[in-house]
């Protein structure tokens, strides 16, 4: 059975940091393309990063240069070190597995002005 657990999220003033955790099972984790994706009310679902399995990384223009995608494959983990949050990131943040396309259940970041 597919599982993705976000975990990390939370209020935030403007600034700040959080460290985004998504722990994965039920797939072959290793080998597996990772994103992280975000939603606000009333808006599409959009990508905020993704990781490869060779590590390889891209983001969303909004984000490149505060925010980090990492994994480790041992743990089946998947990280989103966000710096300098600004209120325009609040949403929910959900993880993403692109060849199995499933999603977690969402954590929701907030940040305060």
């Known amino acids: 059975q597919v599982k993705l657990v976000e975990s990390g999220g939370g209020l935030v003033q403007a600034g700040g940091s959080l460290r985004l955790s998504c722990a994965a099972s039920?797939?072959?984790?290793?080998?597996?393309?990772m994103a992280w994706h975000r939603q606000t009310p009333g808006q599409q679902r959009e990508l905020v990063a993704r990781?490869?399995?060779?590590?390889?990384?891209n983001y969303a223009d909004s984000v490149k240069g505060r925010f980090t995608i990492s994994r480790d494959n041992f743990k089946n983990m998947v990280y989103l070190q966000m710096n300098n949050l600004e209120p325009e990131d609040t949403a929910v943040y959900y993880c993403?597995?692109?060849?199995?396309?499933?999603w977690g259940q969402g954590t929701q970041v907030t940040v305060s002005s």
């Open positions: 039920g797939i072959r984790f290793s080998v597996s393309t």
């Open positions: 990781i490869t399995r060779l590590g390889n990384t």
């Open positions: 993403y597995s692109e060849p199995y396309d499933y």
